[in-house]
Structure formats: C-alpha cells, structure tokens
C-alpha cells in the first residue's frame, strides 16, 4: 500500500543548532503534505499545510521564519526548524494525501523526535 | 477550542469483549469522519472513516457509528485483541482538501 517516509526518525541535537525533516511519498504523488506536532499526551497539532510548487499555510501561532517548510516536488516536503532550542523538542509527524485530492486515505509518516540539549 | 473531543484519555477491556471509543465534535461543517490507530514512536496508521451521508460503517472487526443529531461518532471493536492495544485518535474534515482536525487520543489498553 501507500506508504510515507520520514526522516530521520531520532534527532537529538545543541541548543542553536537548524535540523531538516524529510517526508517523502514513496508510491503516490502528492500535491498536499501537512505537519503535525505531537506534545506528551496531547494531539497532534497542525503546524502547516504544505503544497506542492507554492508556500506554505502556517497555523496561527506557528512562526513560519522558525519552521520552514519547502514542498519541492510532489513527493517530498521538508521541514526545518531553525536554530532549535528546546522548546522546540517534540514529536513532529507529516502526512500526505494523495493527488487526487481526496480525504481518504491520508497517509503518515513514522515521526520523528526531535529532542534539543 | 477543542472542535474535536475524545473525553476519555483511557479505556481498559477484556480480551474478547466489545471496545468502544467515543469522539464529539462541535464543528457542524464537519462531513467527513476517520479513526487512526497510533502505536508509540509511529505515525497514526488509517483504520475506519465514515461520511456525514451515513451512520454506519463497518470493516471487519471495526464499525464506525455516527449520530449527526449529536455530533457524536464512536468506534466499535469487537472482539477486542491484545494487539489492539495503542492510541485511537478521532479525527473530523469539512469539504474540501483541508487538513484533518485531530482529538486528543483515547488509550486502549486489551487485557488478556
């Protein structure tokens, strides 16, 4: 089936330091992808909706200049959150829904745990 | 503002018995309704979804109930295995490819 690549899947880094996530649809297209934080316990909050070839819509309270995100083909969207400290330390999940624009299925990638010393 | 509720954080069942998980939302532009199962350190995995034109759907061991009246949806696992065991998330759209609108999550724990 459908499947959704994140990486990587652990980061621990320094206060200051910029990391990239990967989400990459591995047997569909992609024109949607979304980013979702997940804290402890909580939901998963949407960050942003990335599409394909356009910028990115960002949630209220989201700082797009601190989570940039770049959706440069339709298969992969990265999210990089500059210079991190740790507060940015989260489980951040993507998901991407196929080309034809339909809500079912929506697919997710494994997550990653970014955790910021 | 919560527009999607799971107000149990936990829900404990037998191995065998029915599991049922419930989900309210407030948002009335809602049409569209999907469970997700999540295991820990893994992205939520699709189970179940149901549209606003039914009440009922079913696969398998999973049937989705919606009461539109009440803006209540509930997920039915019958009978429920130990594998079942994880975090069930809600999650609720309006038309659209608009993003998906999660709840809090309920944790299913399967006693065997």
């Known amino acids: 089936g459908a499947v959704v690549s994140q990486h990587p899947s652990w980061v621990i880094c320094k206060s200051g330091t910029s990391v990239k996530i990967e989400c990459r649809s591995l047997d569909f297209q992609a024109t949607t992808m979304f980013w979702y934080r997940q804290f402890p316990k909580q939901s998963l909050m949407l960050m942003a909706t990335s599409n394909e070839g356009s910028k990115a819509t960002y949630e209220q309270g989201v700082e797009k200049d601190k989570f940039l995100i770049n959706h440069a083909s339709l298969t992969l969207s990265t999210l990089t959150v500059t210079s991190a400290h740790p507060e940015d330390s989260s489980f951040y999940i993507c998901?991407?829904?196929?080309?034809?624009?339909?809500?079912?299925?929506?697919?997710f990638g494994d997550g990653t745990r970014l955790s910021i010393l | 503002d919560q527009q999607v509720k799971q107000n149990s954080p936990s829900l404990s069942v037998q191995e065998g018995r029915i599991s049922i998980l419930n989900c309210d939302y407030t948002n009335s532009m809602f049409d569209y309704f999907l469970w997700y199962k999540k295991y820990p350190a893994e992205g939520p995995t699709f189970l179940i979804s149901?549209?606003?034109?039914?009440d009922k759907n079913e696969d398998g061991r999973f049937t989705v109930f919606l009461n539109k009246s009440a803006k209540h949806l509930s997920l039915h696992i019958v009978p429920s295995q130990p594998g079942d065991s994880a975090v069930y998330f809600c999650?609720?759209?309006?038309?659209?490819?608009?993003?998906?609108?999660f709840g809090k999550g309920t944790r299913l724990s399967v006693i065997a």
């Open positions: 149901i549209s606003s034109i039914k």
């Open positions: 999650a609720a759209t309006p038309p659209g490819n608009t993003p998906l609108v």
């Open positions: 998901s991407a829904r196929p080309r034809s624009g339909m809500v079912e299925p929506q697919h």
